[in-house]
């Protein structure tokens, strides 16, 4: 069982529409969480990080945190064609990265 | 703060042979890691250091890897006797010890082995 797995997409979406990235997590020890964008060819850049229960909400990104149920995710609101890449998520405990969702706006 | 730097940013080179590549990282981050990434899939951990101690080693990462990072700045990781299967692009990343320990990536290097 891998330590973070993410739903595998490959998602699409219209533009203009709220993109739903999820995330699971085996290693309850984990505390902190990020998102990366990864575009086609290049290193990943960072989102979002959030460690606590909730929502955390940056401009267009909300992350979500459920510890009990140990599950992470994000949102996209007003999805654009420069979102589309591949969304990792990561968890700071072992630097475990999930193998990413491919997210595809279409305009 | 120009970010994290990797060099060189391509290599191709013929099974068996040594590589070697170096990271410069976020000059105040006293963290360090490496990743290996392949197509479709999310990097891969190889180790970390905090300054110059090497904390943490991937089970994963054979004897023919080893990396360095002799003064608490730059590091370098070094592949021996490459095997096509080492064909990926080799990330590194910096952090600062903080609560948030948010991970920069530098551009990797892409390696190919023949």
């Known amino acids: 069982q891998k330590e973070v797995e993410q739903n595998s997409g490959p998602l699409s979406v219209p533009e203009g529409a709220i993109a739903s990235l999820n995330c699971t997590y085996s290693d309850r020890g984990s505390q902190s969480f990020f998102w990366y964008r990864q575009y086609s060819g290049k290193s990943p850049e960072l989102i979002m990080f959030?460690?606590?229960?909730g929502d955390k909400e940056d401009g267009r990104f909300t992350a979500q945190l459920n510890k009990a149920s140990q599950y992470v995710s994000l949102l996209i609101r007003d999805s654009q064609p420069s979102d589309s890449a591949t969304y990792l998520c990561?968890?700071?405990?072992?630097?475990?990265f999930g193998t990413g969702t491919s997210l595809t706006v279409i305009p | 703060d120009t970010g994290v730097s990797q060099n060189p940013r391509h290599k191709i080179t013929k099974r068996g042979q040594n590589v070697t590549f170096r990271c410069d990282p976020i000059?105040?981050?006293?963290?360090l890691y490496w990743y290996r990434q392949t197509l479709g899939q999310g990097p891969e951990f190889l180790t970390y250091f905090q300054n110059e101690a090497q904390l943490e080693k991937s089970r994963l990462l054979s004897d023919r890897f080893s990396a360095e990072r002799p003064k608490g700045s730059f590091s370098t990781l070094e592949i021996q006797r490459t095997e096509q299967g080492d064909s990926a692009m080799y990330l590194c990343?910096?952090?600062?010890?903080?609560?948030?320990?948010?991970?920069?990536f530098g551009p990797g290097t892409r390696l190919l082995v023949l």
């Open positions: 990561a968890s700071s405990w072992q630097f475990y």
């Open positions: 959030i460690y606590s229960n």
């Open positions: 000059s105040e981050h006293n963290r």
């Open positions: 990343a910096s952090s600062f010890q903080d609560y948030q320990e948010t991970q920069y």
